[in-house]
Antibody, heavy 121, light 106 residues
Framework: QVQLVQSGAEVKKPGASVKVSCKAS????????MHWVRQAPGQRLEWMGI????????DYAQKFQGRVTMTSDTSTSTVYMELSSLRSEDTAVYYC??????????????WGQGTLVTVSS | EIVMTQSPATLSVSPGERATLSCRAS??????LAWYRQRPGQAPRLLIY???TRATGIPARFSGSGSGTEFTLTISSLQSEDFAVYFC????????FGGGTKVEIK
């Protein structure tokens, strides 16, 4: 069965960077793109961007451009999301979510368990 | 950015009863809308895509309808696992989510 297993919780200071991993299994890793979505306390889910493991194509939400980098490692079926220049507003649960692969558009058919990133001095 | 507005924010329903959740888009998203259920401490789970198509393994008590700017998720007979938060998401123009509807036990 499809599984997305994320790395553990992180605590970072303002201005630092964080790198979250998402290891995929149960399907052909290179056949599906992966998204990153975050959920800050009391806020709605927020799409951050997408990475295609085949070739490494990425597309980021304008809000995060210049601060986020999404990469993939096909040898380990793992995608990564690195967010830099962290501020307190970046405190959130970060999810990886598999793209459905549906030609009609991007929705998410499997999600990781989430990684809590806390930014605090 | 397309803004998704869900109502009500909280819905109190007794087990076995019907629940009707609404999602409105600030502009037309055609049928490019998905619904998710999120139980406390868990990741969201896809329920419905293309406004009305049930995802794999989703029971028939879940149904979606609507197109354009107005959408509805109906749960015909609430089970214990359905008391959760529900989100809509449009994928017609970038990707945005609604604020969620919490379905609680009455």
């Amino acid at each position: 069965q499809v599984q997305l297993v994320q790395s553990g919780a992180e605590v970072k200071k303002p201005g630092a960077s964080v790198k979250v991993s998402c290891k995929a299994s149960g399907y052909t890793f290179t056949s599906y793109s992966m998204h990153w979505v975050r959920q800050a306390p009391g806020q709605r889910l927020e799409w951050m961007g997408i990475v295609n493991p085949t070739g490494g194509y990425t597309d980021y939400a304008q809000k995060f451009q210049g601060r986020v980098t999404m990469t993939s490692d096909t040898s380990t079926s793992t995608v990564y999301m690195e967010l830099s220049s962290l501020r307190s507003e970046d405190t959130a649960v970060y999810y990886c979510a598999r793209d459905s692969g549906d030609s009609s558009g991007n929705y998410f058919d499997y999600w990781g368990q989430g990684t809590l990133v806390t930014v605090s001095s | 950015e397309i803004v998704m507005t869900q109502s009500p924010a909280t819905l109190s329903v007794s087990p076995g009863e019907r629940a009707t959740l609404s999602c409105r888009a600030s502009q037309s998203v055609s049928s490019n809308l998905a619904w998710y259920r999120q139980r406390p401490g868990q990741a969201p789970r896809l329920l419905i895509y293309e406004a009305s198509t049930r995802a794999t393994g989703i029971p028939a008590r879940f149904s979606g309808s609507g197109s354009g700017t107005e959408f509805t998720l109906t749960i015909s007979s609430l089970q214990s696992e359905d008391f959760a938060v529900y989100f809509c998401q449009q994928y017609n123009n970038w990707l945005t989510f609604g604020g969620g509807t919490k379905v609680e036990i009455k």
